[in-house]
């Protein structure tokens, strides 16, 4: 048994060395690398803290909580504010042996903590900011079962629909039924999930929940006019006054005072903050309200039990908010405590406190690591400042669009402001002061952020003590790019060229170099592959440099070196280049010169991928070997050959020969440099190949004794160029529906900026209408909620709205014009031709509904969940209402653990080598790891589930399994998305886990839902689709629903057989399984022919001595006979013969067991040596088909993988923006929309 697919870490990806290296080949670790080697046992350790203490909470029974050493106690204090017992109570302390405890320390250090321990909560006075605390808690428990928060992207709401399918609507299981239930059940889908329906509708992206109905349990819960009290009340204890409304209709005044909550005798209209009668003194909001409510009562209780039923995973708060492309229609809701945030939120207050991003970014990366524990703090504290810091970098970008932040230079245009808010400062992705005119303009400035960006984060995940950046993120909003940063202490007392010390910040007129960085910078240089080399200064000296010539260094006012602008930290691309250059042709390598490159572009910041240039250095290393292997093999035989040919002449002292000896090792030298050159390495004793970053730099100038080895490093770039053509890009298919739609994305960026805010609903569905649909109707305005709808006046109101748009250039938009501007921005940008809409639809078999999905992503559009009609050409398919909002595109650093990515590695080795119980072990104990800095809503904590799911179905353990995979759909739903390809594919694993624990109906849910957002993401001509197909044909045909399965099994040979050809294995299982399914039907004449092109395959690839020919030719033998029993059956009836006896034929039923093994064997989680077998038997024709359908990849190991969108990053090479090449490349290798699965045979090293 091997684990043929476990997950893309464990496919031994082309960057990824697959082997574990030697200790010659290992670099050598200081003191302090040995300090911060990973020590399992600690991890052990880390592990086997938990405990169980017991929580004595005021006025009621106390109940066990098992906590964890490592939690701290204000992390106690949450957890309790969450329990369904405690959930009510929010001032409160924790005192251990009448000690109250200190609220930052973990408890395995609090003296006298042990197992059994009693907690004791102690009620504590409020003050005006715990008062609002607890009334914002109360809000959020009362609204706990209510989406709107999802839906809105608000607080790290987002949704998640998995239990809607595993324990039905009503919360009961799905999978758990009565026998007597089983014939009733109806197990045919809904018709939009047919094979062959091009039905595409959008409402069941989210399904009406009966659980999320909210439980009403007051009608008004509102902070009173009231307020604040006056400085008489102050002094009785008064901190804010409520107003609610009961579910009876009754109007209450209440005071939070700093002892509790009570009833005052104030009205709308008469102030009178004494208590009412009876006196009632509570000290939670809830206690208070469950004594003079009955309704509430009744309702919060009915309200708590719901709400304690939810997974954990469903309740907790992202660490980054996930957006929604659809929502429902809802209405609005009063609510002061959003009216409170969103205000709070405008003037820059957190919780009433401001905070210095940038010294706690940086005292957090300061904090010491060299043991586990210290490690696990410090990566902690990194994760949670660098959330918070997006949250509010996200906030503010948002402010700043919507007018709200005054600018620091509110003379300057709109486009060149500059803003300070909650100290952070905000720019533009605009050229400001023709900075970025030698590079493109605006649009290298648009460009230059992502660059940035992206350095930030190789030098982040480098991490170098004493070197600093500084906090980044990225947000698109409304056509606009907003970028947020720290501020570095003291850069805005004097100029910022005054403070720079290394680097240029004028594009290399003044360059300035110090020693402090190149220190520090050297260091990074080994992991980043940048070459230290020299340029030439302002003075023509030459100066070193460690870095692009554009990053410069500062000395902050704290003493700290921080690097900024480091958007040339990566190679850049030959392939497009923003200027007409005297390239010599005989340089630009043959691959590139075929698909026409060099090419123009409009910016000069295109750069390759670091997932591309550590696949270019693996390709490298593995050249580099063989060539030295070969050379030293080649010497090894010479000086054999010479020993036996000559008689040897030794030293009589030590028995060598001292002068073949040190001959041999010049060789072996020789053959060592032979080779660094050969694959392009800096250095002539070892490989090591590294970039200089300013090779195509425009104001890069060079010492003329250095112009040799740029000449070098400029051929360097240009092999890996090549690189890019011949072997990533070959790998995969040219996303064509991609390139539409980031064409589409930045035309609506410069659309967007013309647009008045008032028309943001009518621009942006006129944007939808001409993009998708043919309609030609004019556009709405919401100036029309102003203007006179009465019908004596409909002729004048539409001559109003006519002039009014007619001033818009938006509103002049025509499809014809916006297809015209995308067609030359697909030719201008990715170089790639086309000639209208329809036909990129009709030859790429592209849907509307997908383009519609993508170009919400992208652009951070939101539409209302209705069922949209694209065909109409009298009607347009979006109105105003039908752009619910807009929300911004964030992208930003990711900090995670780095002692549990290393253990992922060596469980990636631990799984080459077939070590699954350990790979087990390694993943569990990463996953503590990553849950303790990142929490478990995270992509790495998904990933891990991911995994130990898979390998505890491998392993037998199916329960395991199960439950892994649940958490990793959960998590998958609420960190990518409810309909992510990665989503997707979890919820088909899920379904497997499902099948094998005995759940068949929830696995034929679960299925369904999967092939539902297959079709709408990608629609029905998908490699995935098969799967899901085949998939689903098994558990049908397991349920006996053999008209279903068929439908589904045929599909799925259409699809296997256009995708793969006629020759691969997976089409002769679909052959096999549509044998069996006619079997069991009794139709044996389409069973034989099946299962005839089954064996026909087999023998052709395999022989007939193979154990597969020999068990399909069994069962062909089987299937005969049972067809001439039938038909001598079928014979005897018409003839009436009397006294024949003919055994009647034996329809098979299916085996469930059965179903399993096909199941696993299309999903390929547990594979036979089959395909090694076909491939070792193949002849040389079939060879060269099969490579030819692979696009002459090269072959050790051939394995089916899904790639992800994220995989995408893994196997491209330069932004996507630079991927795409021409036609002709486009049609040869076929289309896929970006963020599908893509079906690829790929070869693996």
């Known amino acids: 048994m091997t684990l043929f697919l476990v997950d ?79 959930c009510h109570r929010t001032c409160f302390s924790l005192q251990l042996g009448g000690v109250t405890l200190d609220s930052l320390k973990e408890l395995h250090s609090v003296p006298g903590i042990r197992d059994g321990a009693v907690i004791k909560m102690v009620e504590e006075s409020y003050s005006v900011r715990d008062a609002r605390l607890h009334h914002r808690h109360v809000r959020d428990l009362l609204r706990s079962l209510d989406p709107t928060d999802a839906y809105n992207g608000v607080n790290g709401s987002s949704l998640s629909y998995l239990t809607f399918y595993t324990r039905g609507n009503n919360g009961n299981s799905v999978g758990k039924r009565r026998a007597s239930e089983w014939e009733s059940l109806d197990c045919s889908p809904p018709e939009y999930v047919l094979p062959g329906s091009k039905e ?57 005072s700093t002892r509790g909550f009570f009833l005052n005798q104030s009205t709308a209209f008469n102030f009178n903050p004494k208590p009412a009668v009876p006196k009632t003194l509570c000290h939670s909001l809830v206690e208070l309200l469950s004594q003079v409510s009955p309704a509430f009562r009744k309702n919060f209780t009915a309200l708590q039990k719901k709400r304690v039923q939810q997974h954990p995973y469903e309740r907790i708060a992202a660490p980054f908010q996930v957006f929604t492309w659809t929502a429902p229609h809802r209405d609005h809701t009063l609510d002061c405590v959003r009216a409170e945030e969103t205000h709070a939120s405008y003037m820059g207050q957190d919780e009433h406190t401001s905070r210095d991003w940038n010294e706690e970014l940086q005292g957090c990366r300061e904090l010491p690591g060299c043991s586990l524990q210290e490690r696990l703090h410090r990566e902690r504290s990194i994760f949670k ?36 808010w909650n100290n952070l400062f905000f720019s533009q992705g605009f050229d ?79 360059v300035f170099t110090h020693p402090r960085f190149l220190e520090l910078l050297d260091k990074t240089s080994k992991q980043l592959r940048i070459q230290r080399h020299q340029v030439l200064d302002h003075n023509n000296r ?84 063989k ?40 060789r072996r030298r020789n053959a060592i440099l032979k080779a660094c050159r050969a694959v392009g390495s800096v250095s002539d004793s070892c490989f090591d190949i590294r970039f200089n970053p300013d090779v195509c730099s ?6 003329a004794e250095c112009l040799e080895e740029v000449q070098r490093q400029r051929c360097l770039l240009w092999e890996a160029a090549a690189f890019l053509l011949s072997h990533q890009i070959p790998a995969m298919r040219i996303c064509v529906s991609e390139i539409i739609l980031r064409s589409a994305k930045h035309i609506f960026r410069t659309y967007l900026q013309d647009v008045e805010p008032a028309a943001f609903s009518a621009a942006v569905s006129h944007f939808l209408n001409c993009l998708l649909t043919s309609s030609s109707c004019f556009p709405d305005s919401c100036s029309d909620e102003l203007l006179s709808r009465r019908r004596s006046r409909r002729r004048r109101s539409h001559g109003s709205r006519v002039a009014l748009l007619s001033d818009s250039v938006w509103a002049r938009l025509t499809s014809g014009e916006l297809w015209g501007r995308i067609r030359a921005e697909a030719r201008d940008y990715y170089h790639y031709t086309f000639d209208s809409i ?98 478990v809503l995270h992509e790495d904590v998904c990933m891990c589930l991911r995994l130990l799911g898979r390998l505890s179905y491998i392993l037998g353990e199916n329960a395991d399994a199960l439950s892994h995979q649940e958490k990793a759909v959960m998590s998958s739903e609420r960190v990518h998305g409810i309909d992510h390809p990665q989503t997707i594919q979890d919820y088909t694993f899920l379904t497997l886990y499902c099948f094998a624990g005995g759940r068949h109906l929830t696995s034929l849910q679960l299925l369904y839902r999967a092939r539902y957002l297959t079709l709408l993401v990608s629609g029905d001509d998908h490699p995935h689709v098969a799967l899901l197909d085949s998939m689903l044909g098994l558990v049908l045909h397991g349920l006996m629903e053999y008209e279903l399965s068929l439908k589904f099994l045929q599909n799925a040979l259409t699809l296997t057989s256009k995708y793969h050809g006629p020759f691969h294995v997976f089409l002769l299982h679909s052959h096999h399984l549509l044998a069996t399914v006619y079997e069991s039907k009794g139709e044996f004449r389409s069973a034989l022919h099946h299962e005839k092109e089954a064996y026909s395959i087999y023998k052709s690839q395999v022989g007939e001595n193979h154990n597969n020919t020999k068990e399909s030719s069994e069962y062909l033998k089987s299937l005969t006979q049972q067809a001439v029993i039938l038909q001598k059956a079928i014979n005897q009836i018409y003839s009436n013969t009397p006294g024949a006896c003919i055994p009647p034929p034996k329809f098979s039923t299916p085996s469930l067991p059965t179903i399993l093994q096909q199941l696993n064997l299309t999903l390929k989680v547990k594979m036979e040596d089959l395909e090694n077998q076909l491939l070792m038997t193949m002849d040389n024709e079939q060879q060269w088909r099969m490579k030819a359908r692979q696009n002459n990849a090269v072959i050790k190991q051939v394995t089916q993988v899904h790639l992800l969108k994220e995989d995408f990053a893994l196997l491209l090479s330069v932004d996507i923006d630079y991927q795409c090449h021409n036609k002709t490349l486009a049609e040869l290798y076929g289309t896929v929309c970006d963020g599908k699965h893509v079906q690829l045979t790929s070869f693996l090293s």
């Open 698 to 703: 425009p104001g890069a100038r060079f010492p």
């Open 385 to 420: 400042t660098n959330s918070d810091f997006v949250a509010a970098a996200t906030r503010g970008a948002t402010a700043v669009i919507d007018g709200n932040i005054m600018p620091i230079n509110p003379g300057e245009s709109p486009h060149l402001q500059m803003f300070m």
């Open 542 to 625: 030459p100066v070193e440099l460690c870095s692009g010539i554009e990053t410069i260094g500062i000395l902050g006012n704290d003493g700290r070196p921080y690097i900024l602008d480091l958007r040339r930290t990566f190679p850049p691309d030959l392939n497009f280049q923003f200027s007409e250059t005297e390239e010599r042709r005989e340089e630009v390598p043959k691959e590139c010169q075929s698909f026409g490159y060099p090419c123009l572009h409009c910016h000069s910041l295109a750069s390759l991928r670091p997932e591309l240039i550590e696949a270019f250095i693996q390709h490298r290393y593995e050249l580099f070997m």
């Open 432 to 510: 400001v002061s023709e900075h970025y005119r030698p590079l493109g303009g605006n649009t290298a400035a648009h460009a230059a952020a992502i660059c940035d960006l992206r350095g930030a984060q190789a030098y982040a995940s480098v991490d170098i003590e004493g070197l600093h950046t500084i906090g980044t993120a990225v947000v698109d909003y409304r056509g606009v790019r907003v970028i947020a940063q720290t501020i570095v202490p003291g850069i805005l007392e004097k100029n910022q060229e005054e403070s720079i010390v290394y680097g240029s910040n004028d594009n290399g007129k003044t």
């Open 8 to 86: 893309r870490l464990f496919l031994g990806a082309p960057h990824v060395q697959t082997t574990a290296p030697t200790e010659d080949d290992l670099p050598e670790q200081s003191d302090d690398d040995k300090r911060k080697k990973l020590s399992i046992q600690d991890i052990v350790d880390l592990q086997e803290t938990s405990f169980t203490v017991r929580i004595q909470p005021p006025g009621t029974e106390g109940f066990e909580l098992q906590v964890s050493g490592q939690m701290l106690v204000v992390e106690l204090h949450q957890v309790l504010m969450d329990h369904e017992i405690t």
């Open 838 to 935: 329809d036909e990129v639809i009709e030859k790429h078999n592209l849907q509307r509904i997908s383009l519609l999905r993508e170009i919400a992503i992208k652009t951070g559009i939101q539409v209302q969940l209705r069922e949209y009609v694209f065909e109409s050409r009298h009607r347009p398919a979006f109105a105003e209402e039908d752009i619910v909002n807009m929300f911004p595109v964030v992208r930003h650093l990711k900090p995670t653990s780095s002692d549990a990515t290393r253990l992922v590695q060596q469980a990636q080795l631990a799984v080459q080598q077939g070590l699954l119980k350990e790979c087990y072990d390694l993943i569990s104990q990463a996953l503590t790891l990553f849950s303790s800095v990142c929490g």
């Open 200 to 256: 595409r509708p959008l409402c069941p992206l989210q399904p009406v929940r009966e659980d999320w109905k909210p439980l009403q349990c007051l009608r008004v819960l509102t902070l009173s006019s009231w307020n604040p009290p006056p400085g008489n009340r102050k002094m009785h204890g008064d901190l804010i006054y409520l107003n609610v409304l009961t579910m009876e209709d009754r109007e209450l005044n209440i005071t939070s």
């Open 627 to 666: 060539m030295v292997s070969h050379e030293l093999s080649q010497l090894t035989e010479q000086d054999e050959a010479t020993e036996w040919s000559e008689k040897p002449v030794c030293d009589s002292d030590t028995g060598e020969r001292p002068a073949a000896s040190a001959d041999m090792e010049i």
